[in-house]
């Protein structure tokens, strides 16, 4: 065994069928008085349903979560932190809901209750992004991670399934990175197996019947274990790629991961061959990056980025973003070969290893 470091995330996690009913128990655990309810603004009735299952307990309800967790969002919820004097946050919808309950703890410290309905895996994670003036920046700090995770597969039965695909995808690429990452560790490599062979099991059922339960607990199940790769090891290329492509044109987060990943799958393959050929095994396919694309394709995920926004001119400009800054990755990063990888994701051609 090789000497590893691996450090645990402290989080309570409640998973299962109506579990919605547990947030105003786990408010008094948390001795949260004055709660402050956070939605997007589709997703109000939700919201509403919280605020009476806390009863006295809620103080107020914002409902202006948006993608990407604008600074100027935060400021606005904060100032109805500060008029209510809340004490503590419980946060219900996907990744940009919770973006803006993190947002709140970074400034606050509070006490911070999700109640995930999207496979995206933040919930899990001590990572916050957050865009002032156009630019998106991430950082990691213990203060943004939840206290609490309330997993409820009924919310996530009206999940369409054009987003839940996607959203699956995404959640499958941080145990993807996880697989590869410099700092991985024998838990996590397990934990990450363990999601992607369910989740691409449980996927491709969940958009076909979108009310099956059973798939629906597996995919959320399965989501979790992979948020937990995501908040416990350092990402790598794919990451970088989205994060960049995100922020420089703002193209839908999951569907982009979802684009990227197989590429990227590809450009690493004969850098990290064993971690590929387990993730081949668990996707059930000899090569690691045409399962991905197949299942992809399986869930009706979109397969270029020129589909969801990316101009050619925009290959040449995401290069040289991710050149400015380069992550770690197990196979190093060189100009052509990742300007041919994007170019590859762009036109949503097979992908190679862009040697
Ligand atoms: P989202 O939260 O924007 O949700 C997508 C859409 O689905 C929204 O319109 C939402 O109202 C709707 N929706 C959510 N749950 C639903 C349900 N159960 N039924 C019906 N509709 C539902 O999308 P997302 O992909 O979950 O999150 C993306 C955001 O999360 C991005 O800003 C991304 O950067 C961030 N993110 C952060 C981390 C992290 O660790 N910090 C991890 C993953 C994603």
Not at 53 to 68: D, P
Request: aromatic letters at 4%; hydrophobic letters at 45%.
């Amino acid at each position: 065994m090789d000497h590893f470091v691996c450090s645990l995330l402290p989080c309570r996690v409640v998973f299962g069928s109506g579990t919605l009913t547990r947030v105003a128990s786990e408010a008094a655990m948390l001795e949260m008085t004055r709660v402050l309810v956070v939605t997007t603004p589709g997703r109000s009735e939700w919201g509403r349903k919280v605020a009476e299952n806390l009863r006295e307990r809620h103080a107020a309800t914002f409902s202006g979560a948006v993608m990407h967790t604008p600074v100027e969002v935060t400021d606005e919820a904060m100032r109805v932190v500060s008029e209510n004097r809340i004490d503590g946050i419980v946060a219900i919808g996907g990744g940009s809901t919770i973006g803006l309950a993190k947002a709140i703890a970074l400034r606050t410290d509070l006490n911070v209750i999700v109640v995930p309905t999207t496979y995206a895996g933040s919930e899990v994670t001590p990572i916050i992004g957050e865009t002032r003036d156009g630019i998106k920046e991430t950082k990691r700090t213990p203060r943004v991670l939840p206290e609490v995770v309330i997993y409820d597969v009924n919310l996530t039965l009206g999940l369409p399934p054009q987003i839940s695909g996607v959203s699956g995808m995404n959640a499958i690429a941080h145990a993807v990175e996880a697989l590869y990452a410099r700092d991985c560790n024998p838990l996590i490599r397990l934990v990450a197996l363990e999601a992607i062979e369910t989740l691409s099991m449980a996927l491709p059922r969940v958009v076909e019947q979108p009310g099956d339960v059973t798939a629906r607990s597996s995919a959320l199940y399965a989501a979790w274990l992979c948020g937990v790769c995501l908040g416990s090891v350092t990402m790598a290329l794919h990451h970088k790629i989205c994060h960049v492509l995100g922020g420089l044109l703002d193209l839908p987060h999951a569907e982009t991961h979802s684009i990227v990943l197989p590429y990227v799958v590809a450009y690493n393959c004969g850098h990290a061959a064993q971690s590929m050929s387990e993730l081949g095994a668990v996707l059930g396919h000899r090569n690691a990056a045409e399962g991905l694309r197949d299942l992809a394709r399986r869930v009706g995920a979109p397969s270029a980025l020129a589909d969801i926004g990316m101009s050619v001119a925009d290959v040449d400009v995401a290069t040289d973003r991710v050149l400015a800054a380069p992550p770690f990755n197990p196979r190093p990063l060189e100009r052509s070969s990742l300007r041919r990888l994007l170019e590859l994701a762009y036109e949503g051609g097979a992908p190679q290893d862009c040697a």
